[in-house]
């Protein structure tokens, strides 16, 4: 059985937008530290997106944004 996923992507978007956003971190900055084109942060972050991404990447987002992956979706 497949289910869509969608809101959770979306919430976890605004998660990542809110948190780079309280650190003062442009997507450029976040994207070049974690070692993904700002296009992509971009995509993952836009508040209509459904992007799918891999843990790495949610990982790798967790930790440029120096805060552990359970905080970045504690309200998911």
């Known amino acids: ?8 992507y979306r919430q ?5 937008c809110y948190y ?6 442009s997507q450029e900055a976040l994207a070049a530290k974690i070692g993904i084109s ?15 991404y891999s843990l790495d990447v949610l990982f790798a987002i967790a930790d440029g944004l120096d805060m552990d992956i359970v905080e970045l979706l ?3």
């Open 38 to 52: 700002k296009s992509y942060l971009s995509k993952i972050e836009a508040p209509n997106s459904t992007k799918a």
């Open 20 to 25: 780079r956003n309280s650190k003062g971190l």
């Open 74 to 76: 504690r309200d998911i």
């Open 12 to 16: 976890i978007a605004k998660q990542i």
């Open 1 to 8: 059985m497949r289910t869509s996923h969608d809101d959770r």
